[in-house]
């Protein structure tokens, strides 16, 4: 499995006790994950997270060049790699009691496939898989102390596709990264690495198809709860460039997609 991240703490990216320096921050967390079929089953190809901070009471304005969030990127490396399933479980049991919102589109499509590779693991329980698909399944009652769950199939604009809600909501995403989230990528992905294949490039290309839906996710959930924004007040602000939100952040991560060091 390839990890590609931003965060200082990886293994505990909302907070932990035993940092130096502690301030409560409102996490709002988006989440993405990518399939193929294995033949005998689906198999978990990648799967992201970001982690974009917003404020408790107000909405808070994205820009590309002021661009704010972490993240962290599992991809499979074999056509028999299960270890990102255990490493995105680990994540969701803390997102869903310290992130404030988890944003996520067709979350109970996601959650289906990945119950379905808890109960092939043969007794290894997944809890934090299992604690989620519950949350969403019952998003009016949320538990105390728990993440709203929100799901952007369902809570924006339910007849849109993540694409078409991007572009609704002024978010550009060129082709080049929406071609990465497409079903077909993920199993052309699978089937290079069951034939042994170069592994570099495949990799790379899941976890920027894994964050860029990921980062989506999170700006419409954003969008959807009135916590963040981008679309043009007073003349300063025009429609939002994936592509430049991704490369502010991760472009020493991607280099086949980033190829140049920004300007700045």
């Not at 693991?121 to 009016?140: L, T």
Request: charged content about 20%; hydrophobic content about 40%; aromatic content about 6%.
């Amino acid at each position: 499995m390839r990890v590609l991240t931003n965060l200082g703490w990886p293994d505990t990216p909302f907070g932990s006790t035993g940092r130096p320096v502690q301030r409560p921050v409102q996490w709002l967390t988006g989440v993405s994950c990518q399939w193929a079929d294995a033949g005998t089953g689906p198999m978990l190809m990648s799967a992201a997270a970001v982690l974009m901070p917003v404020h408790r009471t107000r909405s808070t304005p994205v820009t590309s060049q002021l661009a704010h969030y972490g993240f962290k990127v599992m991809a499979a490396e074999t056509d028999q790699d299960r270890a990102l399933l255990d490493m995105l479980d680990e994540f969701l049991i803390q997102a869903r009691r310290q992130a404030q919102i988890i944003a996520w589109h067709s979350a109970m499509d996601d959650l289906h496939g990945l119950r379905g590779l808890s109960r092939s693991c043969q007794g290894h329980r997944h809890p934090g898989i299992a604690a989620v698909s519950e949350a969403w399944e019952n998003r009016e009652h949320r538990a105390a102390g728990t993440a709203r769950c929100v799901d952007t199939a369902l809570d924006l604009d339910p007849t849109l596709g993540i694409a078409d809600a991007s572009a609704a909501h002024r978010l550009t995403v060129a082709d080049e990264l929406l071609v990465l989230q497409h079903p077909t990528h993920a199993q052309l992905c699978y089937d290079i690495l069951a034939e042994a294949g170069e592994t570099a490039l495949v990799t790379e290309s899941l976890a920027a198809g894994a964050l860029t839906q990921a980062l989506m996710s999170t700006l419409l959930g954003g969008k959807a709860t009135g916590r963040l924004h981008w679309e043009e007040r007073d003349g300063c602000e025009g429609p939002l460039n994936l592509h430049e939100l991704v490369g502010t952040v991760a472009w020493d991560q991607f280099p086949t997609l980033f190829t140049r060091t920004p300007s700045w």
